[in-house]
């Protein structure tokens, strides 16, 4: 029986996980309260012009006063799962010393509620909000945060541990360094190369060493949420050919070789020439580094066409900013969300089956996030209708099913996201959410996805009792 038969839902074995998430900044709001200190978030938000509007996550969606109303919302669409983030601010205003008590006590109170629900919590250490007090020391580009951070790892994890079974360590590194350090999309906001690959190597360090403070504490489901990317050529020209050799250093080689293989890219210097210099590298990184995982999530979205382009900034520093502008460029054949997004979900299928072939070590797969910004339609009747995100879930689910049949060892799915929210240098101007929220009351709505999604997980459900 194949995974489109009996319910014309995608089927999935006994087992697999069923869940949403979202992440600290993007919907806690209260910024300045119980005694959260100030992120790079916070920073870059507040600089003209770097976000959508000025918008900024002092408010977002209330999540901090509104946790309950929310957590209701997932027990109504019968998650097996919540993957959530914690905010390092807030539990360590400043990055370093003692917890803040009211801090810890609020992601206390959320994982109860989670539990008395029936929902497990699934937490993720860093989903970007680096304390703005890091930053101003150097931030990721040196090997101090990725101490700190083991260090602030093992405060949430004393007081968390005996009821949080999933830990995720990072949230797209790809993001924190490249897109943060390199070409300044996302905070601190820098322009930076080798900068950007001092943090990409310090992030993983990082990641390392809270492994290491999480097994201390007896945490048996750990994993890292990566954002691979299928890359696919343009055209078989041999510029555009190593072009995507290129990419598939930038945005994939660099974060699985160090995790799954062992190795460093064995193409750096054709992607990076002199930046590559590994000067930021300490004998035994690799081994922290590539501590055993329990699991790999892996947040997808679309696939990438690269077409080779010839560097337009000649100033080396800036080369790994530049390199990213010049091989992206999106396929034009096929239905775009309203990120401009390339919607293809046979490559989630491909990137999987590929993933799983190169590196044979991986660990089972849990796709982290999975979900599309789309023009959503409130109707009189306060009925959300948002039939192309439906469209999009159902077709990635399947791909995922797919999969799964495949032989690829996926053990779950996170939906992107539980609610519309803070969409970092996008402001409020792109929904992802499977439930609306009115900006101007915080309103919760579900859409007709939440209905879609609710509905194919009970259908799970029925056929696993």
């Known amino acids: 029986m194949t995974a489109t038969e ?34 790079i978030w916070d920073t870059y938000c507040r600089e003209p012009g770097r976000v959508a509007g000025g918008a900024t996550g002092d408010v977002a969606c209330d999540h901090y006063h509104r946790y309950r109303e929310d957590v209701a919302l997932l027990r109504d669409l019968g998650v097996d799962s919540y993957r959530f983030s914690i905010a390092w601010p807030r539990v360590q205003p400043t990055g370093t010393g003692k917890a803040n008590a009211e801090g810890l006590d609020f992601y206390d109170r959320l994982v109860d509620e989670l539990l008395a629900n029936g929902i497990a919590p699934a937490a993720t250490l860093y989903h970007w909000d680096l304390p703005q007090a890091l930053e101003d020391r150097g931030g990721w580009r040196v090997r101090e945060t990725a101490e700190r951070f083991a260090e602030y790892t093992a405060l949430v994890v004393d007081r968390l541990g005996d009821r949080v079974p999933r830990w995720i360590t990072l949230n797209e590194p790809f993001c924190s360094s490249f897109v943060g350090y390199a070409i300044g999309r996302h905070a601190p906001g820098a322009r930076e190369g080798r900068g950007a690959l001092a943090a990409a190597h310090h992030l993983l360090v990082g990641h390392g060493l809270a492994v290491r403070a999480l097994r201390e504490a007896g945490a048996k489901d750990i994993g890292i949420t990566l954002n691979p990317d299928r890359l696919l050529p343009a055209t078989d020209a041999p510029e555009d050919l190593a072009a995507v050799r290129r990419a598939e250093t930038l945005h994939n080689a660099v974060w699985f070789d160090p995790l799954f293989a062992g190795h460093y890219p ?22 922290t580094i590539g501590a055993p995982l329990d699991f790999v999530g892996v947040n997808y979205y679309r696939p990438i066409t690269i077409a080779d382009a010839p560097h337009q900034d000649p100033d080396p520093a800036t080369r790994t900013a530049v ?32 993933l799983s072939r190169r590196y044979p070590v991986l660990p089972p797969i849990v796709i982290t996030e999975n979900g599309s910004a789309e023009n959503d339609v409130v109707a009189a009747d306060g009925q959300v209708h948002d039939s192309d995100r439906v469209d999009y879930l159902r077709d990635h689910l399947h791909a995922l099913a797919a999969a799964v049949e495949a032989g690829v060892d996926v053990r779950g799915y996170y939906v992107w996201s539980l609610m519309d929210n803070f969409e970092w240098a996008f402001g409020y101007d792109k929904r992802f959410g499977i439930v609306r929220v009115d900006y101007d009351t915080l309103e919760r709505l579900p859409k007709d996805s939440y209905r879609w999604y609710r509905d194919m997980i009970a259908s799970h459900k029925q056929e696993h009792p």
Request: no cysteine.
């Open 323 to 354: 390199d990213i502008r010049a091989m992206e460029s999106w396929r034009q054949d096929v239905r775009h969300t309203t990120m401009g997004w390339p919607v293809v979900p046979g490559a989630l299928t491909d990137l999987l089956v590929d």
């Open 6 to 39: 009996s319910t014309g839902f995608p089927r999935f074995p006994r087992g697999f996980v069923f869940g949403a998430a979202t992440a600290s900044y993007q919907i806690e709001g209260a910024h300045d309260e119980g005694g959260r200190g100030p992120s």
């Open 266 to 287: 064995a193409h750096e210097a054709e992607t990076w020439g002199e930046l590559a210099d590994g000067s930021y590298r300490r004998d035994g990184d690799l081994i």
